[in-house]
């Protein structure tokens, strides 16, 4: 089949490979010009990617690169893996809006069009569909199929990938449900239908809000610990022993990535807009998130003046990690980087260090297995504060030779300078 997603991002990439390898003819629509021309030379910027099964499938003939919207002509199946992000706090589905109207033009009878994209419950029918019908003259469910399909993209995670991953897949009839589960048939291992499109456009959401809310539980209750002098962290190993009605979520700097948040603002923002209702959980969920990164910032800053009696402002802070989770490059919605750039702010002079992304204006001590440098040692630093607890981090010369550690993941062991959230 010829098959064309729309978007080369970190989830239109692996589909538009994983397709490719699968014998499917695949056209990567990036209208990103700069991007294409990466993509068309076989250098892929997504990690999960590895250049060189890009480079297999160029030379397959099984995957070509284009940002020349005619490419799209002749398609199978369509799919729109294009961002949905937040503009000025609310839903912006405007990238959503252009992958359509795009598409439009190319529908042919029986084709099949299907969203990835996170969103709100009623996007794919209410918004989506309209626009593929004016632009073609063609009625969807009659004249060609629309579904959903939601991503399940884990950057950096080597166990769970886009083929092993339980892939939910929804029609806005029967027989289009039939069409985009045939075609990821072909590319994943298991597809699980629903019912309808709106009841997956909501497990989505709600997959990652129930991350969000959990997050927020243990983010809260690491702060009361706190305040109580109880260590937060033995307390959730005890509860975790009970091998029923509990699932263990950490504390931490704050949530990140591309879903935590964002994804819940979607279904709290749709629900007000719509029927007026507040989903109050979620909306307290983030305000507690939102406010971790200064919460981390504060406790550093107790602990500089409880210890050593000096202030943030001109403090020698070494920062540990600016990616959102261990393992990645992904600095998207990174807690780590708020709290780097509330501590600059304050005057501090901060030195980040994560050997998964590069920073010109950062140096690179001798503290990780990747990456050496000449002269500086942790000890020259007066707070370090472990912000991604990337497998690189060498934590046993960490808690040897740093003078006092704020440990925001809970992975080093509790002692006299080193401090746990």
């Not at 002509?73 to 893996?81: E, L, P, Q, S």
């Not at 969807?140 to 080597?158: C, K, L, T, W, Y």
């Not at 309808?196 to 809260?220: D, M, P, Q, S």
């Not at 504060?298 to 602990?303: E, M, T, V």
């Amino acid at each position: 089949m010829h098959i064309c997603v729309l978007g080369q991002g970190y989830v239109g990439l692996p589909l538009a490979v994983r397709a490719a390898e699968a014998g499917h003819s695949v056209t990567g629509y990036e209208p990103d010009r700069s991007r294409c021309e990466r993509l068309a030379a076989g250098s892929s910027y997504v990690e999960d990617i590895e250049s060189s099964r890009l480079q297999a499938v160029l030379s397959s003939g099984g995957y070509t690169a284009t940002s020349d919207p005619q490419d799209l002509k002749g398609f199978d199946v369509a799919v729109i893996t294009v961002p949905t992000p937040l503009t000025d706090r609310a839903p912006d589905l405007s990238c959503v809006r252009d992958a359509g109207r795009v598409l439009a033009a190319w529908i042919e009878p029986g084709a099949t069009v299907v969203l990835e994209s996170t969103t709100h419950p009623g996007t794919t029918r209410d918004v989506l569909v309209p626009l593929l019908e004016e632009g073609s003259g063609l009625v969807a469910g009659r004249d060609f199929h629309v579904g959903f399909s939601p991503e399940r993209i884990d950057p950096g995670n080597a166990d769970w990938r886009l083929e092993n991953t339980p892939k939910i897949v929804a029609g806005l009839t029967d027989d289009c449900l039939r069409h985009v589960k045939a075609f990821y048939d072909t590319v994943t291992d298991v597809t699980v239908p629903a019912s309808g499109l709106e009841e997956a456009e909501l497990a989505k959401v709600f997959e990652n809000t129930y991350r969000h809310v959990n997050i927020a539980l243990v983010n809260e209750l690491s702060r009361m610990a706190h305040t109580l002098g109880v260590d937060v962290w033995h307390t959730l190993e005890l509860a975790a022993t009970k091998p029923f009605g509990f699932t263990k979520f950490l504390p931490g700097p704050g949530v990140g990535g591309h879903c935590l948040p964002i994804d819940p603002v979607y279904l709290s923002h749709h629900v007000k807009a719509r029927h007026g209702q507040t989903f109050r959980l979620i909306e307290l969920a983030q305000d507690i998130n939102e406010s971790q990164p200064d919460y981390v910032v504060r406790r550093l800053q107790d602990a500089l003046s409880r210890r050593f009696r000096r202030s943030v402002h001109g403090a020698r802070v070494l920062a540990l990690g600016a990616a959102y989770k261990p393992g990645t490059a992904d600095a998207r919605q990174s807690p780590a980087v708020e709290v780097i750039e509330r501590l600059r702010a304050m005057g501090a002079d901060v030195t980040v260090v994560d050997p998964y992304l590069s920073d010109g204006g950062s140096r690179t001590i001798p503290f990780t297995t990747q990456q050496v440098d000449e002269g500086t040692s942790v000890a020259d630093f007066d707070a370090v504060v472990l912000l991604t607890p990337h497998a690189e981090f060498d934590l046993t010369r960490l808690a040897a030779e740093a003078t006092y550690v704020l440990d925001t993941r809970g992975v080093m062991a509790a002692a006299q300078h080193v401090e746990r959230l």
